[in-house]
């Protein structure tokens, strides 16, 4: 992991079926740091996510990571964690989460990363048990633990804690934090606290939003 990445949004515009939401939008992130995206229910926060992950299109402006790789696709240095949990629910959460991290990390190391996915988000006791018993808050957990199953210096993150108790909220915010002390950077939108270091906002619903 590189510990001089940036993700650079300039000027950018979205739409949506024929609407924009939103306009004019540039902010840097750099390695070490959180930007909290926040703003009201439709101020476009999950819109902006899915834009910086690559999959919505822009109207207007760009989205750089640098240093540039061409031989890297922005795709391959980013984890998106939407709404959906992205959990294979006839799958055991071992097999989940071993499934992440040899798809996006390859098979070197693939235990050693899945091992410690599992310690971090407290699935040890439930590797063995098939998603499709999990509670929501549980599945969460799996969700996340895609993060740390393959390595990828940069997060997105859109409401990350929901389902989630007060325990599993700060076992995510150590682990935010430890991907940002090692170099990482992460965007993260939400509308509550996340108990985290060394964090920025950028506050979407406002004109020619600045961070």
């Not at 979205?14 to 703003?39: H, P, Q």
């Not at 964690?81 to 991290?101: D, I, P, Q, Y």
């Not at 098939?130 to 990828?152: D, I, K, M, T, V």
């Not at 076992?171 to 002390?181: E, K, S």
Request: proline share 4%; charged share 20%.
């Amino acid at each position: 992991m590189t510990n001089s990445v940036q993700l650079i949004a300039e000027k950018l515009i979205i739409e949506r079926g024929g609407r924009t939401i939103l306009n004019d939008v540039s902010f840097t992130a750099g390695a070490g740091a959180t930007l909290l995206l926040t703003g009201a229910n439709g101020a476009g926060k999950t819109t902006l996510l899915r834009a910086l992950g690559g999959f919505l299109p822009l109207t207007g402006g760009t989205i750089r990571v640098t240093p540039a790789d061409d031989e890297t696709p922005r795709a391959e240095l980013i984890h998106t964690v939407g709404h959906s949990n992205a959990v294979k629910v006839h799958l055991t959460v071992r097999e989940n989460v071993m499934f992440w991290s040899r798809f996006l990390g390859g098979s070197v190391a693939a235990e050693d990363r899945t091992d410690r996915a599992l310690g971090a988000f407290a699935l040890r006791d439930l590797e063995d048990v098939p998603a499709s018993y999990l509670s929501a808050g549980q599945r969460r957990r799996l969700g996340l633990a895609r993060l740390l199953a393959a390595p990828r210096p940069i997060w997105l993150l859109d409401e990350p804690t929901v389902s989630l108790d007060a325990a599993s909220t700060e076992r995510l915010a150590r682990v935010i934090d430890q991907h940002t002390a090692t170099g990482g950077l992460v965007v993260a939108a939400t509308h509550l606290p996340l108990g985290l270091n060394n964090t920025r906002e950028l506050r979407l619903g406002v004109e020619g939003g600045r961070a």
